[in-house]
């Protein structure tokens, strides 16, 4: 266990690193959104001229927008050169594929089935005609590791899609991650000599990134074997992901699901996550997100946060997860903040969550620290207005299933719970639910009972406009 904990520390380590390189970047890039939904042409525009064979016979595309104006016009990537036999390098062929579909209204990136197709690191961008679907049905994956990367090429990500809107990502194809030596390298978590942690950059790229994008749809595809994070959407608004299916083994290091970050207007329905890290992890300046209908198994479940890290601003509002199942995973529903931070995370909603075999069920954690050496502050992120309805479920006796360390100086306040019941997998009754500083009430007696949650307000509440979000 103490192996094992150590283990996981020092991921969480590298998993921290990577999300606070990103939100640098993140903030870096993220301008001001455009509100405006895009016109869809009344006419059509003229047929682009286009140098590349255009397949007749378009399928039928199950997300095309509807508009009956445009018909959707197929671009194989093999009508472009490309081989997939799963050694050819077929980037050249999936650009010339992409230009050609970004042109025209309604265009299909088909990337056909029984193929594989190998593209190195590739940025997909915009602005492309609205209605460009990206459909994979065959296999689609990044060179086999860390040795056959091309120097060139970033480490930090594989598939990025930038600057779009009204786009889908589709297909009933596998994006396959070849993850495999990444975790391996001798920079991860006890992967060195002797089961040492060799220091030094330890890059390894997210497999699939959307940046700066609007009104996304993912769906039905089968997403596996990352060499760090499944996907990432940051600087987005307006995606709606769905029938997702997930997987790395349960030892892959930072090997998150879906991670978002300074994005708003999500829905994740009906998908299945298994992974070696968070199931779903929501970044600084997330709002209104809806999870519904999800399968958490073997990482460290559903997250929000970690959030403040270096006295850093966070403002996350409006998180619904509802209906999900999470399995055999160090958390359940987990909310994570530095000392230090400022902002606040509010209208927190988690309901109706089957829990089975979890450690730490429930977590708030105010003292998130990586290196054991971070120092109380006075100022925090603050949370508050955080329901927790019908979560049952067996948990890990290991660690007890409740456990909200809220800060010393802003307390955690109006916290729901309501039908908790959460019994032990096996073993002994950990029957100690663990509170901080935490206010709120329960609308119905909790199993294990929990008498630490205080009644009413702190006598003393920062002012939430200092709070600045
Ligand atoms: C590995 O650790 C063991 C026990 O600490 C030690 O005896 C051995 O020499 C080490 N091997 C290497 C290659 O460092
Ligand atoms: C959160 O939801 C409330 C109530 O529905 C709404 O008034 C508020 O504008 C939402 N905030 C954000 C940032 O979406
Ligand atoms: C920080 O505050 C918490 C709660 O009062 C306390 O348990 C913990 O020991 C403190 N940590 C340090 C490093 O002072
Ligand atoms: C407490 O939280 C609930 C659920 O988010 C919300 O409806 C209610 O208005 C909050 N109460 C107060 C006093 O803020």
Request: aromatic share 8%.
């Amino acid at each position: 266990m103490g192996v094992f904990r150590r283990v996981l520390v020092v991921w969480i380590v590298v998993s921290v690193f990577l999300h606070d390189s990103s939100n640098v970047e993140g903030r870096t890039h993220f301008h001001k959104k455009h509100n405006d939904p895009p016109a869809y042409s009344p006419d059509p525009s003229p047929p682009p001229v286009n140098p590349s064979p255009v397949p007749s016979d378009p399928s039928p595309n199950p997300d095309d927008p509807g508009n009956s104006n445009s018909e959707p016009c197929v671009f194989d990537v093999t009508s472009f050169g490309a081989v997939g036999d799963g050694t050819t390098d077929d980037t050249a062929a999936f650009m010339e594929a992409w230009k050609a579909a970004c042109a025209v209204e309604s265009g299909i990136v088909l990337v056909p089935a029984d193929h594989v197709f190998m593209i190195t690191s590739t940025i997909f961008s915009g602005p492309c005609k609205p209605g460009l679907v990206f459909q994979v049905d065959g296999v689609l994956m990044p060179p086999n590791g860390p040795d056959c990367w091309p120097k060139s090429d970033s480490k930090k990500q594989w598939l990025v899609f930038y600057r779009l809107d009204q786009m889908t990502f589709t297909g009933s194809g596998t994006i396959e991650g070849n993850g495999g030596d990444w975790w391996e390298l001798p920079c991860k978590p006890h992967r060195g000599p002797n089961g040492s942690t060799l220091p030094g950059p330890c890059d390894s790229p997210a497999l699939i990134r959307f940046f700066m994008s609007y009104n996304l749809v993912v769906s039905s595809l089968r997403i596996q074997n990352s060499p760090q994070f499944h996907m990432k959407f940051d600087g987005c608004e307006g995606v709606r992901i769905e029938k997702l299916s997930i997987s790395s083994p349960k030892l892959s290091p930072n090997t998150d699901g879906i991670h978002i970050e300074n994005t708003k207007s999500v829905g994740i329905y009906n998908s299945e996550i298994a992974n070696g890290d968070d199931c779903i992890s929501i970044g600084r300046g997330c709002s209104d997100v809806n999870i519904e209908g999800v399968t958490c198994g073997l990482g460290h479940g559903i997250s929000i946060g970690s959030l403040g890290v270096q006295n850093s601003q966070a403002c996350v509002s409006n998180i619904t997860v509802r209906d999900a199942f999470i399995k055999d995973s160090d958390n359940g529903v987990r909310i994570k903040t530095w000392q230090g931070g400022t902002g606040s995370v509010s209208g927190i909603s988690f309901e109706n969550i089957q829990m089975e075999n979890v450690r730490n069920c429930m977590i708030i954690d105010q003292y998130y620290c990586l290196s054991k050496a971070c120092r109380n502050q006075t100022s925090a992120v603050y949370l508050t207005d955080v329901t927790y309805r019908n979560i049952k479920g067996t948990y890990d006796v290991r660690s007890p299933p409740i456990h909200f360390a809220c800060s010393d100086t802003v307390a955690c306040t109006n916290i729901t719970m309501s039908e908790v019941e959460l019994l032990p997998a096996e073993g002994e009754l950990v029957d100690d639910p663990f509170c901080w500083n935490a206010y709120g009430t329960q609308e119905t007696l909790t199993i294990p009972p929990i008498t630490c949650l205080q009644d009413g307000m702190p006598e003393k509440l920062a002012e939430s406009s200092s709070f600045g979000c």
